[in-house]
């Protein structure tokens, strides 16, 4: 029998709630006394509901989360692939060894569009089960209809979850009135507050969420053609915990996000296009650092954004060499 646990991850997509994040990151689990990267060791397969909500039919349900998947399988960098196993009225939340997509009715979570959680093989961190409910307490729609949430956007942020994916912090929000956040901007399809209802923009992936899965399941070649920047950011000559570490390709206007995750400060960001990155180191502004790091983490939010004072040139190929990027205090 497998040992296998069932962990709830904070990443349930807001409304409009902010969440705060990093640029992509994939998510770490403890497992046999290490800290392995969550990943399904083979083609995840699975099943739809039955289940349906006004606006949307069971055939209208599964396009949509066919659709999605399909936009993470299509990338080309990655060898990520997904199985339609067959329809089922089990609910989305049930530890069956099955991975369900569907709905379930929780009116009590009034910011949470979706959550996608994960049963793990304690032994080697290997993905058994993933499932993702859709909360119909709101209200739904495959077509854009005005006033709904897209299904395939939010989909699409889900399943990148359901891969592996954390959130990216790759996204700019303003407050409103009356409490939570409007998104303006996201590059990145894991931001982790979604598009207002009625926008169907987070059916597009970006260079952010492209790098994040094609870090987790590179094709054979990604090694030889992508490369990557490290470095390591202080203040005062410490190390900073949490920056959001930012690479932009003037190339092509692509950005790419990465954080500082551990207590020297360091970072890297994979799957890069090779040539010259404009770099900016930031703190987690536009969302709640809790979407991106536990809650006992201690995140270093003050300092000012800055721009690295030099081009860096990523090989093909290869890593940058760590860059040292000194922060100023607010
Ligand atoms: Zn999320």
Redesign the pocket.
Known sequence: MIRSTSIALV???SAWQAQPAFAYIKFGVPAGGRTVTLKWSQTPRYFVTTDTVPGVSAADFQGAVARAFATWEAVPTSTIAYQLAGTTSARPTEDDGSSVLGFLDRPDLDRVLAATDFVIDVTTGALIESDIFFNSAFQWSTAGEASRFDLQSIAL??IG?FSGLG?SALGETELREGGGRRVIAAQAV?F?IAYAAGSTEGRTLKADDIAGITDIYPTSDVNATLGSISGRVTKDGQPVLGAHVVAFDPSDGSMVGGFTLNNQGSFSIGSLSPGPHIVRVEPLDDADTDSFFSATARVELNFRVMFVDRVIVVPRGGDSGSVAIAVIGK
Do not use: N, T, V, Y
């Open positions: 990443c349930a997509l942020h889900e979850h959130h894991m982790p």
